[in-house]
């Protein structure tokens, strides 16, 4: 879905609509978002941020990398990975998307609202929605995956949920050392803790990301957090 202008200009036009019509700033940038096909400002421009830091983040990446994603609900997490598998397929690379968080028809809305459909990659892209994911499943299903494979695992609290599986940090050192030795490119989308607050600083960290259980985020090679138009990527 293509904007019909920049997003600084479609700002301009909220402040200049909530002047004229006397009304918050915050309604004026809805009413524009329903303008440009969004419910809300805020997934307009967590459809912007997802666009042009995908392209940015994708050029970083290299072999082997593991990418932490994170922000809380509602800031652009999940269109930034599928963006970032859109970039790998456009570049003529496989993607492979595991999430036990939706389903098929809820990941080609995402497509959808990234003004892709899902049936220009079928070739290139690969769904689980298995109940059974875990690193050990990941790791079966990629077996054959060409090096340079861009995987996303939506998300990574998901695999420390079943008590029967290794411990969150054991599955992520076993994906590492996998995608290392495979030269693939791992994504892992994150939840960020409740407690994180935007006006004590603008962006999460690997501070605020929620680990039920013991995690060492150093295992991550570059992290990306979202919140708002904010992005911090290292």
Known sequence: MSLSAPIYVLKRKAKQ???????????????????????????????????????????????????????????????LSLQLAVEAMQAGRRSAYFTLEYGEREVASRFNALGVTSEAYRDLFTLDCSDAISADHIILRLMDAAAGTLVVVDYLQILDQDRA?????????????????????????????????PDVKPCPDVGDVRLPNPLDLSLFSKTCFLHGDTVCFT
Do not use: M, Y
């Not at 309604?27 to 419910?39: C, K, N, S, W, Y």
């Not at 997934?43 to 593991?66: E, I, M, N, Y």
């Not at 693939?184 to 989308?189: M, N, R, T, Y």
């Open 165 to 197: 599986k290794p411990p969150l940090a054991a599955q992520v050192q076993a994906l590492r050392t996998f995608a290392r030795e495979r030269g693939l490119l791992l994504v892992f989308v994150s939840q960020i803790d409740r407690s994180f607050d």
């Open 17 to 79: 609509l909530s002047r004229a019509s006397n009304i918050p700033l915050h309604d004026a940038l809805d009413r524009i978002a329903v303008q440009e096909g969004f419910t809300r400002w805020s997934l307009l421009a967590a459809h912007a941020a997802s666009v042009t830091t995908a392209a940015k983040l994708f050029a970083r990446l290299t072999a082997g990398d593991l990418l932490l994603i994170g922000a809380r609900p509602g800031q652009g997490k999940t269109l």
